[in-house]
């Protein structure tokens, strides 16, 4: 099955930058709409951003304005670039995709998660 594997995490004082990348284990695999979303511990899952094939993006009002989404290679690969970053940014963060491949075990088209990559912001 396919995976995602994220990169581009790690220390960053407030104000700095970091791009976080999302590659899909198969080259040109096309997934449909892509997302990130980020967690810190004691707190449900957040959607940050997301883009679809259509091209279509939304983000969360705490990012708009300081990250972009992207996807780029053949649409196998999202990125996010953060901008501005501030300590209240500090999560693990996560990337998803939807397959276009149905899966007859589960009977669902499914989303595959990357395994996170951390993002801390402190001076």
């Known amino acids: 099955q396919v995976q995602l594997v994220e990169s581009g995490g790690g220390l960053v004082q407030p104000g700095g930058s970091l791009r976080l990348t999302c590659v899909a284990s198969v080259w040109d695999f096309v997934f449909e709409d892509m997302r990130w979303f980020r967690q810190t511990p004691g707190k449900e899952r957040e959607l940050v951003a997301s883009i679809a094939r259509s091209g279509r993006i939304d983000y969360a009002d705490s990012v708009r304005g300081r990250f972009t989404i992207s996807r780029d290679n053949g649409e196998s690969t999202v990125n996010l670039q953060m901008n501005s970053l501030r300590p209240e940014d500090t999560a693990v963060y996560y990337c998803?995709?939807?397959?276009?491949?149905?899966?007859?075990?589960?009977?669902?088209?499914?989303?595959?998660w990357g395994q996170g990559t951390q993002v801390t912001v402190s001076s």
């Open positions: 998803n995709g939807d397959s276009p491949v149905w899966d007859r075990a589960t009977m669902t088209f499914p989303t595959i």
